[in-house]
């Protein structure tokens, strides 16, 4: 089953040398979600052969414009493409109250649902759960209230030993009862553990997403161990001071927050204006956790490995 | 001395085949202005190559999100890189609402001076004024209220006749009043009119903007006999009821503008995202105005063609 990440922008707040303010897709069991829309976030799509009016949900992570100035957009153009399955949207209360006014004054009536659930930054929070996904949002650490986000799979049930069950003669009508994990009592008393019969499911993968955010560390628990981690890099380290005093991050510290979280595997990306050149970050995070990928856009991140 | 239009975005409100949201950057005598600013401008902008700083001012036409949601982050970039030369915005009332909300939850305080002046649509209004150029918004036809603009050269004084000058012998100090219409009288009593000493300058160049709007021609008095129209041509003739409903142009109706309103040349522009080839609107317009050309992204366009 799918479980997978494409970059969308892999920009800081001033795009440049063809890149974009952040966005990304996130395909779960072929569900699709964006996390963050900054400006252009449409015309991506388009590029890259995704049908907005499949997206089902939109996490945004905090207010600054690079993270959510292509939201209106988006939403106004799946109206006028005729989308009426309702969209479901979480980010700051202030988003719903500057989404309003663009809408008051564009005398704008959206034709399908919008749902809006405000996030909070007091704590990590359980924000959507379904047969295919559960979404976590937690605080991090910017100028301005910023949520990271989590995806983990839903646990799926483990599967027959198909053998093994016929052998112990399970009723058809008792399978699901095994795949929930209840014991199978034959007819002349046996017992046959559930754990006999069956074969765990693959670890359920979890992705965690990072941005914008000084590498503090407050968020570690929130991320540990996820199989993908998208983590901002704005910085090299020889600009460790500029990280500091806008509160994001140096490519160096990702790749230390991705070690010390015990990730699979880091993707790093929101890069400054400065850098033209990319493999110098890549660089400066490998020599800590040396399973770094850059952000790059159009590029799709499959989450784990294991199936 | 220029006098040019780049076509910066020519599509309508859904974006589609590459073409991206409304915004023309004019060029006269090197100063530069923006006219609309939808979705993607900033990154247009660096694509074509035009250092955003430069340009003097903006002018934004409604409040339909395809013509202004790329303002909020070209003036966050503008911040971004430095810019501390005052920039000049005009247009509706709701947009410096909408800006002040949106720079309040960014906790963003421009480094540079805003100066942003409402457009309103009860009549035409000079709305600025320097030795380049005149601009005046005019209302158009459409669903919300909306200005189109005029861009008019300001008037260039004549250019000295250097053999005749020197035959009636003018003294230097004398010039400037020969070039402000003032005859020369030689000290023998001869007068000598300012016209026979100088060339008439050639007449200033106008360029007006029509987007969005039904073809009403309500507004044809601010439009008449301008070197170039820009005006949209959202639909082909055979969507012309769509195009009623929804306070939009055909390209039929665009040439009859320009034909009745007595321009030297038309470009159209604001495709449909139906309309994947643009050859048809082209020749539809053609029909009415042979003098017409389409909008294309990257494309510069030249204001007159005296000089």
């Known amino acids: ?10 920009s800081s707040a001033t795009p440049m040398f063809g890149r974009h303010p952040t966005a ?18 449409q015309m991506q799509l388009t590029k890259f052969g995704v049908k907005q009016n499949r997206i089902k949900s939109i996490f945004i992570s905090h207010l600054h414009g690079d993270h959510y100035l292509g939201l209106a957009g988006l939403l106004s153009s799946m109206h006028l493409m005729g989308r009426n399955l309702p969209l479901k949207l979480y980010g700051p209360a202030g988003l719903m109250e ?3 006014l663009q809408f008051r004054y564009s005398e704008t009536s959206l034709r ?15 924000l959507h759960q379904d047969e295919f996904v559960s979404v976590y949002s937690f605080p991090l650490d910017h100028r301005v209230p910023c949520t990271g986000f989590r995806f983990e799979e ?25 795949k929930k994990g209840v014991d199978f009592v034959a007819p002349d008393g046996t017992v046959h ?20 955010t000084a590498a503090s560390g407050d968020y570690l628990k929130s991320i540990a161990k996820v199989d993908l981690l998208y983590h901002e890099a704005t910085f090299m380290h020889e600009m460790q001071e500029r990280a500091t005093e806008t509160f ?12 010390v979280a015990g990730v699979e595997k880091l993707i790093i990306g929101h890069y400054s204006a400065r850098y033209r050149e990319l493999d110098p970050l890549l660089a400066e995070a490998r020599a800590q956790f040396p399973n770094t990928d850059l952000a790059i856009e159009g590029r799709w991140y499959v989450v784990g490995n294991r199936n």
């Not at 990304?24 to 976030?41: K, R």
């Not at 809006?116 to 930054?121: C, D, E, G, Q, R």
Request: with cysteine; net charge neutral.
């Open 1 to 10: 089953m799918r479980f997978e990440m494409l970059v969308l922008g892999s």
């Open 24 to 41: 990304q897709l996130i395909n779960i069991h072929d569900q699709l979600m964006l996390v963050d829309c900054g400006e252009g976030t």
């Open 98 to 100: 500057i989404l309003e």
């Open 112 to 126: 399908y649902p919008l749902h809006f659930h405000a996030t909070v930054t007091d704590g990590e929070y359980l």
């Open 154 to 178: 839903s646990p799926k049930p483990p599967t027959l030993l198909t053998d093994k069950v016929a052998k112990a003669g399970v009723p058809k009508a008792f399978y699901k009862l095994l």
């Open 193 to 212: 553990p559930w754990q006999t019969l069956t074969n765990p499911a693959p670890a359920p993968r979890s992705f965690a997403y990072c941005s914008d």
């Open 248 to 259: 994001h991050s140096t490519a160096l510290q990702a790749g230390k927050v991705a070690k």
